[in-house]
Every structure is written in C-alpha cells, then in structure tokens.
C-alpha cells in the first residue's frame, strides 16, 4: 500500500511531518474505503441548508454502504458530540471525538497527561502533534476491531490538520453547526458530567426571547437519571472566562478551516433552531436521511 504519496504535499506545505503523523496517514488509509458518488443522491427541496455542498449535494446511504466519512464543525460546546454521537448509531460508523480522547489521556495520567492538563485548564487548543499521536492510536484501535467510516468530532481545527486529512482520505461532507453565541455561553456554562458514568447533562435552561426580526430560541435542561443527581461535576474548563476564551481561539484559528471546505464545496452549514427535539428532525432532513427509531419513540 502507498501510504504516504498522498500526504507529502500537504505535510511538506504546513510543516515537517512527524512520526505521528505518518502512522495517522497509515491508520486512516486503512479505515477508509474509496468514496463514490453514485452512493448519494440530490435532495434539491431541502430548504434548510443556506450552503449545500455544490460537489456532494446531500448524502443518502443505503444500509450496506453505510462507510461515511464525515467531519463536524462547530464552537467548543455546540453540540458536535451529541449529534456527531447520533449520526453514528444510525448510520453504523464510529464516532471519534478528539475532545474524549484528550479527557482520556488526562484521565490515564498517561505521558501527555500533565501537559494537556495545564493546556486545557488555559483554554488553549491542543497541538496538532498531540492531537495527531492521539488520533493515531484510537485509529489504530479501531482498525483492529475491524471498522470501517468514521465521523470525526473536533478535527481538523486547523487548516493543517485540514491539509493532513485532505492529504490522506476523501472526505464527503463537512457539517458546520452554529449557534447564537448567548445560547452558546449558557449551554456551556451549563454542562454537568456524571463523575461516576461519565454521561454528560445539561442544568441550562435557554430562553431567548424574539428580538429585532430574530426569532427565539428555547432549549430545555438535560437533567441527570435519579442515580447521577448526586454524582454531578463540572468539566474544570467550562468556566465563563475559559469558555469565552475558546471562543476567541476557534474564530481566529478554526474559522479558516470552514473556508478551507467551502471552497471545496464539501461544507454544509446548519443553524441549530434550539434543543434536540427540534434540531434533530431538521438536522436528518438537510441530510436527506430518516431515524425510524426517532419517529416510533414520537409516535407512541
């Protein structure tokens, strides 16, 4: 297998690549099966998509050619893992969140876990050859169990790692969720993780009233099981001076690299309406996609 032909020219324009770099180019060669695109259909009626991907249009799977290769978009907090997470179940693809594998290291006290500490605790964004040294061990576990597809969560979030990834595999589409930044600071600040299960809720409860030609926003509180009431824990950077910080951070730094997709014509952008139950149906329709499980649950 040529593995590193298609990433030198992307590693050589940003920077020098790294061993880990390398074993990622390998590990996501191995997880990614080639793209065709008489596997996705058009869905011109789709109204809720102010920029569809010109070269992809929506994407439709039938349930044996399910490998997407999808990449989430968005501002720390946003959602991306919650309907990352979604997309994953319905479409039988594994959902990698480069955030989990970062908590998990600093959980581990791993080699990593001292300076990724100090790094989040600021704010900051993690280096691309952590991320990459990160990313690179979950694929290779991955890989052994046999998957196949993957929606990325949290990478790329520089147009490094964007040229990486370009570098190495076909992407299809690249969601972008977006969020008023009131509601975005509230749901935040809002977060609770069960220190026993690890399930992650949301005490907020959001309630933007219409102002100005701009409709409101309700998104309901995510409340804990009885059993997790007691055991909840805020994340150590979910404070306002922190998460105002990351802000900062993803516009001058994760920004281009929704220029970087757009002009690609692979990013699709999304404005969440509010919570789960009104984001998800509409989320499934810019998609072209159906969750029969969902609609039965509504139903009963």
């Not at 979604?86 to 959980?107: F, K, Q, Y």
């Not at 964007?162 to 589409?173: H, P, S």
């Not at 935040?188 to 409101?216: F, M």
Request: glycine letters at 8%; proline letters at 6%; charged letters at 25%.
């Amino acid at each position: 297998m040529a593995v590193f032909s298609r990433c030198s020219t992307a590693a050589t324009a940003a920077a020098k690549p790294t061993a880990a770099a390398a074993t990622f180019s390998y590990l996501i060669r191995a997880l990614s099966p080639s793209f065709s695109s008489s596997s996705s259909t058009l869905d011109p009626e789709t109204d809720l998509n102010r920029n569809k991907p010109a070269a992809l249009g929506v994407l439709k799977r039938e349930p044996k050619g399910r490998n997407v290769q999808w990449v989430f978009l968005g501002c720390p907090g946003v959602g991306k893992g919650t309907y990352a997470s979604r997309l994953s179940n319905l479409l039988g693809v594994p959902h990698i969140a480069t955030g989990d594998l970062v908590r998990d290291e600093l959980a581990s006290s791993g080699s990593l876990s001292s300076q990724l500490k100090e790094i989040v605790n600021q704010g900051k964004l993690v280096s691309d050859e952590i991320i990459i040294d990160l990313l690179s061990k979950r694929l290779e576990m991955g890989e052994a169990k046999g998957e196949s597809g993957f929606i990325l969560d949290g990478f790329p979030r520089t147009v490094r790692q964007a040229e990486i990834l370009e570098g190495v595999t076909d992407i299809d589409l690249v969601i972008n969720l977006k969020l008023r930044e009131e509601a975005l600071l509230a749901k935040c600040l809002g977060r609770r993780i069960c220190s026993e299960c690890g399930g992650n809720y949301n005490v907020a409860s959001i309630d933007i009233k219409a102002d100005n030609g701009r409709p409101g926003m309700y998104m309901a509180p995510l409340p804990p099981p009885p059993q997790c009431a007691s055991k909840l824990i805020t994340r150590p950077d979910d404070t306002e001076e922190v998460v105002k910080q990351r802000l900062r951070i993803y516009q001058a730094m994760t920004r281009p690299v929704e220029d970087f997709y757009r002009s690609r014509g692979k990013l699709l952008e999304f404005d969440l309406p509010g919570g789960i139950p009104e984001s998800w149906s509409k989320l499934l329709r810019a998609l072209n996609l159906e969750d029969h499980d969902d609609k039965q649950s509504a139903a009963a």
